[in-house]
């Protein structure tokens, strides 16, 4: 076990990322996971969740993914361009055995495109492929929030759009959580600002990754 940990802790001494710029968008929250990562040892071998509030706000995830390792690294109302840019802060350290993304969302509500948003993830595989290989990624469709309604259409030429990519990829999957939210009828899958998702939300979002995680062999992956 010591030696595991001595080799962890030089593994994310070799990734370390140059100092935060001041300017950096959400400076204290990145520089908050590193802090974190120096108290305790990120598990080796995780199932990396990054993306937005979505994300950060998942507080059930190690319990819903549970046996499987986790690591929530999902920081403010954050955009695909703001993953890009500390990707090797959040992602590349952890040497993941998948990597499960919700981001996009909120690049729609600030004025991307879909094709600009598109773009932006194509460039997070970028990064993935360069530093962590074949590493598999599963991206979550943007989901229908009660705030952004009258962003379902473009919502959905993302969704779209990240699907049709996966089947160019196969280090890609897809996993389309919009029906499932959608027929949740009287059920309130968001809390009061309805965008930010309640219990019953989550749960729907644990059913869905874990299926695909499951499907795809994850929980028995080994990390490179």
Not at 17 to 25: C, H, K, N, V
Not at 64 to 84: E, Y
Request: with cysteine; hydrophobic share 45%.
């Amino acid at each position: 076990m010591k030696t595991l940990t001595l080799a962890l802790a030089l593994a994310f001494a070799a990734d370390a990322a140059p100092p935060l710029p001041a300017d950096a968008p959400f400076r204290e929250e990145i520089a908050r996971f590193a802090e974190i990562d120096a108290i305790q040892t990120p598990p080796a071998c995780p199932v990396l969740f990054v993306g937005s509030s979505s994300i950060r706000l998942w507080t059930s995830l190690r319990e819903d993914m549970a046996p499987l390792p986790v690591i929530n690294r999902g920081f403010g109302g954050s955009t695909i361009p703001q993953a890009n840019l500390h990707f090797d802060r959040i992602v590349t350290p952890y040497r993941p055995r998948a990597i499960v993304v919700y981001s996009g969302e909120n690049d729609i509500d600030s004025g991307a495109s879909p094709a600009q948003t598109v773009a932006a993830f194509e460039q997070f595989l970028a990064l993935k492929d360069a530093r962590l290989g074949d590493t598999p990624v599963f991206y979550i469709a943007a989901k229908p929030s009660r705030l952004r309604i009258a962003q379902l259409p473009k919502q959905a030429e993302l969704n779209r759009a990240v699907a049709a990519l996966a089947t160019k990829r196969k280090d890609l999957r897809f996993i389309d959580i919009v029906p499932a939210m959608l027929e949740g009828g009287a059920r309130d899958l968001y809390v009061a600002d309805g965008l930010h998702m309640a219990p019953a939300g989550y749960a729907i979002w644990r059913d869905k990754v874990t299926a695909a995680l499951n499907a795809a062999g994850i929980p028995k992956r080994r990390c490179r």
